[in-house]
């Protein structure tokens, strides 16, 4: 159990842990991870025979990581002091580790929240949309993310190297777990309102963008891929759309400015998918993340100097059709150009030419990155 100030309610929740131990035969021990309290929790702990040990650097992660490195058992069931979780009815978790495991989570949503046990915002807001992103980012069989109650076979948490020290801790476990194809299963919890009378340490909009935040950048796909092929892809089509000339859409017309706009999305279409790529083979060398197949054969194929004839063939397209847009004014005594015209070869040219510039630069950094894996 992490502990902050929890005087009020440690002893409670600690005495439910000790009878469900002692009810079903179990030889297990209460680990309080007390992360700096000032109100007498961990008098209270050592009093009632649980192991206390002193977590010096703030933040509900860093108490998990150190409860979790501290616990001796096989398994390990971690959960709020606060009362908000039965730990006298733990079959359910118990029962499915023994099955096999190795992440057994609480699902608040289908064991039932009691009146008054978690905020409006978060039941209808916070906690859905992170968990429905959870599952479309990653895949996870998990319909609560941010249940603070689960249990797990603890050599294979330890394995998977958690890192966030707050409370997007929740988060990280349950990602990494789903990466690293762990056997996943989920246990219907009742939370009931706290026993506390002071403010809960979390902060809704913080720890929602922290958590939020983690899922982007744990999903380069999400963060940068999509978006990328899509803004990519709308901009070419835009691009050759526009190019023999004005475009009618209804009473509207597109033409050169729009143009400009496609040209835009191209340039930051193509650098979104770079990155993509780039923090994917990052991501999988700092071994936050499993190796991809698809990197694996793209880091195959594609060589430093595929790319830098691609980006030099790309240069010289733009060069060329920039030639022709100089040729093109020349035949005017270089004098004033109508820009509706004039523009439908300097910005094919200028794009053309920034892509080859980015590609070159792109295939030596996705090269020194393999020099990295390498």
């Keep these: 159990m992490p502990c902050l100030d929890e005087a009020e309610t440690i002893g409670i929740c600690i005495r439910k842990a000790k009878h ?7 030889a297990g021990e209460i680990v309080i991870a007390d992360n700096g309290s000032g109100d007498g929790s961990q008098a209270i702990a050592f009093g009632l025979g649980a192991r206390v040990i ?18 001796l058992g096989t398994y390990v069931i971690m959960g709020d002091a606060d009362d908000s979780y039965d730990f006298s009815a733990l079959d359910p978790f118990v029962s499915k580790l023994r099955q096999g495991c190795d992440l057994v989570m609480g699902n608040r949503f289908a064991g039932g929240i009691e009146p008054g046990a978690m905020p409006f915002l978060h039941k209808y807001l916070g906690n859905p949309v992170l968990s429905g992103l959870g599952r479309l980012f990653f895949g996870a069989p998990v319909g609560d993310f941010h249940c603070g109650l689960r249990g797990f076979r603890r050599e294979a948490i330890v394995d998977l190297d958690l890192c966030t020290t707050g409370m997007e801790f929740a988060s990280e476990m349950v990602v990494k777990a789903t990466l690293q194809q762990l056997r996943i299963d989920e246990a219907p919890t009742t939370l009931s309102p706290d026993g506390r009378t002071r403010e809960p340490h979390l902060r809704s909009w913080r720890d929602g963008w922290r958590h939020l935040r983690f899922l982007l950048l744990f ?10 092929a899509a803004l990519l892809t709308m901009g070419l ?21 729009t143009l400009a706009y496609s040209a835009a999305a191209i340039i930051c279409g193509f650098q979104a998918l770079a990155f993509s790529v780039f923090a994917r083979t990052y991501a999988t060398m700092a071994r936050l993340m499993p190796e991809d197949p698809r990197l694996t054969q793209l880091s195959t194929i594609f060589s430093l100097e595929i790319g830098i004839v691609a980006g030099v063939v790309l240069l010289l397209g733009g060069l060329g059709i920039s030639a022709y847009a100089v040729d093109f004014w020349g035949r005017t005594a270089f004098e004033g150009l109508d820009p509706v015209v004039s523009m439908r070869f300097v910005l094919p040219g200028v794009t053309a030419i ?4 980015e590609v070159v630069f792109s295939s030596f950094f996705f090269s020194v990155l ?5």
């Design 237 to 257: 089509a835009t691009m050759l759309w526009l190019l023999p000339g004005p475009q009618q859409i209804g009473t509207v017309t597109l033409d050169i400015h």
């Design 219 to 228: 999903s380069p796909r999400w963060l940068f891929f999509y978006p990328g």
């Design 354 to 357: 920034v892509l080859g510039i």
């Design 54 to 71: 002193t977590v010096p650097q703030r933040g509900y992660g860093a108490a998990l990581m150190a409860g979790i490195a501290a616990a």
């Design 370 to 374: 393999g020099l990295a894996r390498q």
């Design 20 to 26: 469900y131990l002692d009810s079903r035969g179990i």
